[in-house]
T-cell receptor, first 113, second 109 residues
Framework: GAGVSQSPRYKVAKRGQDVALRCDPISGHVSLFWYQQALGQGPEFLTYFQNEAQLDKSGLPSDRFFAERPEGSVSTLKIQRTQQEDSAVYLC???????????FGQGTRLTVV | RKEVEQDPGPFNVPEGATVAFNCTYSNSASQSFFWYRQDCRKEPKLLMSVYSSGNEDGRFTAQLNRASQYISLLIRDSKLSDSATYLCVVRGSNYKLTFGKGTLLTVNP
């Protein structure tokens, strides 16, 4: 596909369950970002990859959140022992370089019940 | 204080109106500035970059005042299709994009 693809689009998890969210960036894009967007808020930065290197994970809210991009393309955001406050839309974005336009995927809407 | 602050909104305007969005940022080292548009339940999409000299794209005009750390977006002759949330976005000396909370615009017939 031409754009950033995220899966699943919707995920309902029971509190305490682990979830894994997938991001397929645009082919060849060096930079990959994860953002969290709560209802009525702007996206909040979670983490950044340059190729396979995770250069910044300062936005991850707790050690229950873990992200990886082992081969420098597909990325997975894992949330362990989900809590209700984790309910949000998780957005992935990629860009061709470091300071170039970022293209967002449609997001994964996570609801923790 | 949040890094990027926007008018809280929401804005409700009739078709054809002119509407202005304002934004301030706290990090004086910020280097790049943008307006993104986000439709309901969709992803954010780049509307336009903002330059110090000001820039225009059709009905949209963006301005940047670095001294005041202030960014604006003006939409003239608003259309129904302009209804969306407008996000002010700032990039620092690194790669990170920092978003404002967004301002919801509804253009009414």
């Amino acid at each position: 596909g031409a754009g950033v693809s995220q899966s699943p689009r919707y995920k309902v998890a029971k509190r305490g369950q682990d979830v894994a969210l997938r991001c397929d960036p645009i082919s060849g894009h060096v930079s990959l970002f994860w953002y969290q967007q709560a209802l009525g808020q702007g996206p909040e930065f979670l983490t950044y990859f340059q190729n396979e290197a995770q250069l910044d994970k300062s936005g991850l809210p707790s050690d229950r959140f873990f992200a990886e991009r082992p081969e420098g393309s597909v990325s997975t955001l894992k949330i362990q022992r989900t809590q209700q406050e984790d309910s949000a839309v998780y957005l992935c974005a990629s860009s061709p370089g470091v300071n170039t336009e970022a293209f967002f995927g449609q997001g994964t809407r996570l609801t923790v019940v | 204080r949040k890094e990027v602050e926007q008018d809280p909104g929401p804005f409700n305007v009739p078709e054809g109106a002119t509407v202005a969005f304002n934004c301030t940022y706290s990090n004086s080292a910020s280097q790049s500035f943008f307006w993104y548009r986000q439709d309901c339940r969709k992803e954010p999409k780049l509307l336009m970059s903002v330059y110090s000299s000001g820039n225009e794209d059709g009905r949209f005009t963006a301005q940047l005042n670095r001294a005041s750390q202030y960014i604006s977006l003006l939409i003239r002759d608003s259309k129904l299709s302009d209804s969306a949330t407008y996000l002010c976005v700032v990039r620092g000396s690194n790669y990170k994009l920092t978003f404002g909370k967004g301002t919801l615009l509804t253009v009414n017939p």
